[in-house]
């Protein structure tokens, strides 16, 4: 084993990717025990953090971790020491914390445990499927050859860049039609995206928004191969996600001013509130 992480991992150059990656992983599992057991309201737990009557995210805890990992990492020369590897374990626990509640990010609103909810562990899931194939030395399509200065001549070196950027923008398209795991797939994988790209998109994706009208040929046989094919992946995905991460069953108040409004009903006046007082410490 100490071979094997000496030859694949110190020697390639790979130390800090492998700490990041190590932490990352950690630092998801370790905060996902712990929401958990605080919704289980544990009695030996700490529980949230909580000063002042203030709850504060574990998100804010993620980006001092990142800044102080990412910070350390430009200040550190040694590429292949020990500090490197500390910083980039660093950063990595701080992502793991940050993207534990991408959801909260992307809604502005605290839905960790709604539905909506899994957009946070699906981004970390992706975080994880990305490191771990760079750490295996899999790089995007075209990496090697385009890194390779001169090599083949100018006329393979501009057909190689044609075709990386065609697979790219095919990973892009699968990426809009909501195929999520296919368009990553298809960053290292030639023609993958290309074929998710030509496919029908997912309902409910942007794309299928912009070009598949309600009620369209398009969107029926969309709504059908969804139902058919990509359903059935989903719940497998949904119940493996939920062995870890918890289930996702909180159902909320929609936000205020989303709601229908009636034109016959003027809004109500705003009530002035009070400054606020500072009270006694408990």
């Known amino acids: 084993m100490a071979?094997?992480?000496?030859?694949?991992?110190?020697?390639?150059?790979r130390l800090p990717l492998f700490s990041f990656f190590i932490a990352f992983v950690a630092g998801f599992l370790l905060i996902r025990v712990s929401v958990r057991l605080i919704r289980a309201e544990v009695r030996w737990w700490p529980g949230n953090v909580t000063p002042g009557g203030l709850h504060i995210h574990h998100v804010v805890f993620g980006v001092a971790f990142m800044l102080l990992g990412g910070v350390a990492g430009l200040l550190i020369t040694d590429r292949e020491g020990i500090p490197i590897a500390v910083a980039a374990a660093l950063f990595?626990?701080?992502?793991?914390?940050?993207?534990?509640?991408?959801?909260?990010?992307?809604?502005?609103?605290?839905?960790?445990?709604?539905e909506q909810g899994r957009t946070s562990v699906d981004a970390v899931f992706v975080a994880i499927a990305l490191t771990g194939l760079l750490l295996t030395g899999i790089r995007p399509f075209g990496w090697s050859e385009l890194s390779a200065a001169?090599?083949?001549?100018?006329?393979?070196?501009?057909?190689?860049?044609?075709?990386?950027?065609?697979?790219?923008?095919?990973?892009?398209?699968?990426?809009?039609?909501?195929?999520?795991?296919?368009?990553?797939?298809?960053?290292?994988?030639?023609?993958?995206?290309?074929?998710?790209?030509?496919?029908?998109?997912?309902?409910?994706?942007?794309?299928?928004?912009?070009?598949?009208?309600?009620?369209?040929?398009?969107?029926?046989?969309?709504?059908?191969?969804?139902?058919?094919?990509?359903?059935?992946?989903?719940?497998?995905?949904?119940?493996?996600?939920?062995?870890?991460a918890g289930r996702h069953d909180l159902v909320l108040d929609p936000p205020p001013g989303l709601g229908p409004i009636d034109p016959g009903v003027r809004p109500a006046e705003p009530v002035p509130v009070a400054p606020a007082t500072r009270g006694p410490r408990p």
């Not at 990595?92 to 709604?114: K, M, N, S």
């Not at 039609?177 to 995206?193: D, E, H, Q, R």
């Not at 409910?204 to 992946?233: F, I, T």
């Open 92 to 114: 990595g626990f701080g992502a793991a914390l940050v993207l534990d509640e991408f959801a909260l990010i992307l809604h502005l609103r605290d839905v960790y445990w709604t």
């Open 150 to 244: 001169g090599a083949g001549g100018e006329a393979v070196r501009l057909g190689l860049v044609l075709l990386a950027l065609v697979n790219l923008a095919g990973s892009v398209v699968s990426l809009l039609k909501g195929k999520i795991w296919t368009g990553i797939a298809g960053v290292f994988v030639p023609a993958i995206s290309i074929v998710a790209a030509l496919r029908l998109a997912v309902p409910g994706s942007p794309w299928a928004r912009w070009r598949y009208p309600e009620g369209s040929r398009r969107h029926q046989a969309a709504v059908r191969r969804d139902q058919r094919l990509r359903r059935p992946l989903i719940q497998a995905k949904i119940r493996f996600q939920e062995l870890i």
């Open 3 to 13: 071979d094997w992480f000496t030859d694949h991992v110190i020697a390639t150059g």
